[in-house]
């Protein structure tokens, strides 16, 4: 291992790292000497050419994260293409809208959907994933939360916040009944990333809305994500398990 390839040797899953902040991840951990598994849902198009960008260091592996079976496909694809995986960063996510005003049908599918998405998988995906580091002498999970799972969310988007509370939750669990099997669990908590779904929310209420209660009055960027998720990976970086890392300007409360 060099200094400039700490993560030299590690094979490691990305999930939903066709686009965004998972793009961004995938690159640095590449840079940094791993080899990434990118995971995507619809979009193989831009998976392959992130791939392409990498000079073809990683695998690609389809998966829908949405259907109940979505993640232990995605395991199995990925375990039998890499043989051994070392880290989970389960980035997946999705953020719907929906109004207490709606129809309960409509409210009950909301609040499915998004756990699915952004729960259940990666609870699926850990599980997984530490029956396989308990077996080879220990593995790392990095959750993508979100501010919103530590301070509550806005009233039309309650079900992304529960989501990432829950996620954050899970990783405490895994790092607190695991560590001894070798076993590093993190969570990482931004607050807003310039990415699509970002983009998507200034388009409808304009860029004040997202930057007014951040201090540093910007959206974080995605490397700035990558660049610690790769640093957690390090493993020199032992007695970080359990932690969660707010990234977010400051914008603890509103």
């Known amino acids: 291992m060099s200094h400039l390839q700490p993560l030299a040797g590690q094979t490691v899953l990305v ?23 990118i995971h995507y849902g619809r979009d193989r198009q831009r998976a392959e050419a ?12 389809q998966a829908d994260l949405s259907s109940p079976d979505g993640a232990f496909a995605l395991w199995r694809d990925a375990l039998a293409a890499a043989g051994r995986v070392h880290a989970v960063v389960n980035n997946a996510g999705i953020r719907t809208e929906i109004s207490i005003d709606a129809d309960p049908s409509d409210w009950r599918a909301a609040w499915q959907k998004e756990f699915q998405v ?4 990666a609870a699926d995906l850990c599980k997984e994933a530490l029956v396989h580091f308990k077996q080879h002498g220990g593995g ?3 959750n993508i939360a979100s501010r919103a799972g530590q301070r509550g969310y806005a009233a039309d988007a309650m079900p992304y916040g529960a989501t990432k509370a829950a996620l954050v939750n899970l990783t405490k669990s895994i790092a607190r009944s695991f560590g001894r099997d070798g076993v590093v669990a993190v969570s990482i908590a931004p607050g807003w990333v310039r990415t699509d779904m970002a983009e998507d929310f200034v388009a409808r209420h304009g860029k004040d809305a997202a930057v007014a209660d951040i201090p540093i009055g910007e959206m974080a960027e995605p490397d700035e994500i990558a660049e610690l998720v790769a640093f957690l990976l390090r493993p020199s970086q032992a007695s ?3 932690a969660t890392f707010d990234v977010n300007g400051g914008s603890y409360i509103r």
């Not at 992130?50 to 592996?61: R, T």
């Not at 952004?118 to 998988?121: C, G, L, Q, W």
């Open 140 to 142: 790392r999970i990095v």
């Open 118 to 121: 952004n729960f259940f998988a």
């Open 50 to 61: 992130l791939l392409h960008k990498l000079g073809g260091n990683g695998l690609i592996v």
């Open 15 to 37: 999930t939903g790292a066709s686009g965004g902040i998972g793009a961004a991840i995938v690159e640095r951990l590449s840079t940094e000497g791993a080899r990434p598994i």
């Open 240 to 242: 970080v398990n359990g």
